[in-house]
């Protein structure tokens, strides 16, 4: 059974930064890809970051270059780094473990991914 737990969500003002992490217990973030959602209130949830177990990175338009997603294997946890953050950033934030190694089309859906963490939210206003 795969366990998935994320943290470090909270309030932030514009243009502030916050670390999402996310630790899945029984799956090893070495060997697994892993994603990020979010879901804003009223909104379908949406992808945003993903890293394949070769290393490989991928973000959404909305989020590319102020969004880094990195992983520590000696804590076995996922990052989700968070810069210069807008109040249409506010969503509540899922980390997911995909099943396998999904292909580059199926990559950046919710499907493709078989455990999910319970989120955390990310609230970003002045």
């Known amino acids: 059974q795969v366990h998935v737990v994320e943290s470090g969500g909270g309030w932030v003002q514009p243009g502030g930064s916050l670390r999402l992490s996310c630790a899945p217990s029984g799956r090893t973030v070495r060997t697994s890809t892993m994603g990020w959602f979010r879901q804003a209130a009223g909104q379908e949830r949406e992808f945003v970051a993903a890293?394949?177990?070769?290393?490989?990175?991928y973000y959404a338009d909305s989020v590319k270059g102020r969004f880094t997603v990195s992983r520590d294997d000696g804590k076995n946890t996922l990052y989700l780094e968070m810069n210069s953050l807008k109040p249409e950033d506010t969503a509540v934030y899922y980390c997911a473990v995909a099943a396998g190694s999904p292909i580059m089309s199926f990559l950046k859906t919710a499907p493709a991914y078989e455990y999910w963490g319970q989120g955390t939210r990310v609230t970003v206003s002045s």
């Open positions: 890293r394949r177990n070769n290393g490989a990175t």
